[in-house]
């Protein structure tokens, strides 16, 4: 007898759907997926921007993770729809609900960041208390949720001729486990972004006790190119280029610094991308036309190959905003812009304009090309450099095992390698392990710092070389590959002291992969490990605790007395601490390496180690007074 039949079978309407695959509709449900939530609601007073009618957004974080974001736009319209329903009920309950549907540009939006009507309802779903309230034409509608159900609906008359939309709400703790906390600096970071990409639209930014911000921008994307570079060597001036044309808008700022990366930020209705046909469009025009341009001025020789669009990247600091009615995503998550307009309105933008600005701006294409081809240059001298590692590649093999003891499974996406530094950590990791699954990679000393070193000297460094062949990446056309068959772990795991030297390595660890091999990243392959800082011990019973506020937390939580201690470091901790607080799966803290957070160590350690002293002077000047100095 089948144990599968008809009473199996259920249909999950909108808000419990949501409810019970979150990440489907928002991407996660750690601290990130907050943040979206957050900006789901904060988008839809962006498209009131967009559309011509709020000039400003007011967003405030309560110290209880009450979150109230307010704009003075149209308001949501309210009464009864054609089936008696309320309508603001609607908007915010019902999937596909909203007047982001209609592509004539005629009524309701022109062009919007959310077009499937479902983001306000997944912040309403997954929030433990909601509260819209819109006003319009001297009258106002509220409106009190939990969790996705209505509590209450009210209509009213109010003075004056005020107009807007204000949604409070909590996040659903049992939805968000790792927290409901914001982080302010990347909301604050993604409030910015918003600012320079909706110029003279103002931001008013208050987060708990923090003093009120206002946060604008009247030259847009022009200023974000400033910011992004405003620690770095300019090579070229910015070019910036924008057109509106059948309601598909574009804007293109982009400058070349002395970096060995590049930077991309892309947006559609002002919602960020990774990737997407608009850079796809942007890529192809940049490349034709520098081709073209050095083609015809002898920058290139006649046996010179064409520059490729890997080298021309080397440097490169783009803002790239597209503005269309109705974009087509690879998800709900709005990551990947599908679009095919798009690829075609970039392309012939860029493939004009860019020609007009090598022909007015002779120094700065000569600047692009020479960085081509020092890329160039760079990428074969890396080639040559593994093709001499390949040849000792006997050597190679016979030191590595001195520094990696590896897992014996062969299923290695079940395989995961800790980063260690030190003989004494490195110890007390492989005693700890699980031999099966678990790999230890000892380094010996701190990692290169690679931020302003090409690759073929990189290799040279035994660390990085090392790495490279233990993780299972190949060195090609001198590129660092990622072949996700040939990739030996399923999880790289950076394992250091909760200390100044700890962070350092971190930092250096995280440059490199960010610098040379981001698709690791990118793909969710990059952990770090998070060691407690104290031990709770009460009898027999231990309580780990990883900073200063898990431990004020744990103080409250309990009355009984325990002695404390500061953990020691990883070399120093007996193998069944390493094992419950580093390497138990159960018991351990990872937290998950983001593209967002290696840029942002990039970033800082530039400032810091760069050629320029105005940033390094300011960060002292800043953070002077967090110093602990014994006199």
């Excluded at 007047?99 to 309403?124: C, E, H, I, L, R």
Aim: charged share 30%; aromatic share 8%.
């Amino acid at each position: 007898m089948l144990d599968y039949g008809v009473k199996d079978i259920k249909t999950l309407e909108g808000i419990e759907a949501i409810r019970l695959r979150p990440g489907m509709y928002i991407g996660s449900t750690g601290p990130e997926g907050v943040r979206h939530i957050t900006l789901e609601i904060i988008s839809n007073a962006v498209d009131e921007y967009l559309n011509g009618h709020c000039t400003t957004c007011s967003i405030t974080v309560g110290t209880d993770g009450t979150i109230t974001i307010s704009d003075n736009g149209r308001g949501v319209p309210f009464g009864k729809a054609e089936d008696g329903s309320e309508t603001l009920v609607n908007v915010y309950t019902k999937l596909h609900t909203g007047a982001k549907f209609d592509n004539s540009g005629k009524t309701g939006y022109n062009t919007s960041g959310g077009m499937n009507g479902v983001g306000a309802k997944a912040t309403n779903a997954l929030s433990v208390s909601f509260t819209v309230t819109s006003m319009r034409e001297s009258r106002q509608a509220i409106a009190k949720f939990s969790r996705g159900e209505l509590l209450s609906y009210t209509e009213n008359t109010i003075r004056g001729i005020a107009s807007g939309t204000c949604v409070s709400f909590k996040p659903d703790a049992d939805i968000f486990k790792e927290g409901i906390s914001l982080d302010y600096n990347a909301l604050r970071k993604q409030i910015q972004e918003l600012a320079y990409l909706s110029p003279g639209l103002v931001f008013n930014f208050k987060f708990e006790d923090k003093p009120e911000e206002v946060i604008t921008s009247q030259n847009g994307i022009k200023d974000y190119i400033n910011d992004l570079n405003k620690d770095k060597t300019k090579l070229t001036s910015v070019f910036y280029t924008e057109n509106m044309e059948d309601r598909i808008g574009v804007k293109i700022a982009m400058q070349y610094n002395d970096s060995y990366t590049d930077s991309y930020k892309l947006y559609t209705n002002s919602i960020p991308n990774s990737a997407g046909t608009h850079l796809t469009g942007f890529r192809t025009a940049l490349t034709t036309t520098i081709n073209d341009y050095a083609r015809d001025n002898k920058l290139l020789k006649d046996k010179d190959a064409n520059i490729s669009g890997e080298e021309l990247k080397e440097g490169l600091v783009l803002v790239l905003s597209f503005i269309m009615p109705d974009p087509v995503f690879s998800g709900q998550t709005k990551d990947v812009l599908s679009s095919s307009e798009a690829r075609t309105a970039v392309q012939r933008l860029v493939s004009k304009e860019i020609k007009v600005w090598l022909e007015m701006n002779p120094k700065d294409a000569k600047a692009i090309v020479d960085k081509a081809l020092l890329a160039r240059a760079a990428r074969e001298k890396a080639k040559k450099a593994k093709e001499t590692v390949r040849k000792a590649d006997t050597k190679r093999r016979i030191l590595l095992p001195d520094v990696l003891a590896d897992a014996n499974s062969k299923e290695r996406h079940l395989c995961e390698v800790f980063l260690v530094e030190g003989k004494s950590a490195a110890g007390s990791t492989k005693e700890a392990r699980d031999r099966n699954t678990q790999a230890v990679f000892a380094l010996r000393g701190k990692i290169l710092n690679v931020l302003k070193t090409d690759l073929h000297k990189a290799l040279q460094n035994k660390e990085i070389s090392g790495m490279i062949d233990a993780f299972g990446l190949e060195v090609k056309d001198g590129k660092v590959i990622l072949d996700e068959a040939k990739l030996r772990y399923g999880k790289i795991i950076i394992t250091a002291d909760a200390d100044v030297d700890g962070s350092h390595i971190r930092i250096l660890f995280l440059t490199f992969i960010w610098k040379f091999c981001p698709e690791l990243i990118e793909k969710g392959y990059i952990y770090a490990a998070v060691p407690p800082l104290y031990k709770a011990t009460m009898g027999t019973q231990i309580k780990y605790l990883k900073d200063d506020a898990e431990l004020e937390a744990f103080r409250r939580s309990t009355s009984k007395k325990f002695d404390l201690g500061r953990m020691k470091g990883l070399g120093e901790m007996d193998p069944d601490e390493m094992a419950e607080t580093v390497m138990s799966a159960e018991t351990r803290t990872l937290k998950q390496i983001t593209m967002e957070d290696a840029a942002a160590v990039a970033n800082v350690f530039m400032s810091l180690m760069g050629e320029s002293v105005t940033p390094r002077k300011k960060f002292i000047e800043d953070n002077a007074w967090r110093a602990n100095i014994d006199v």
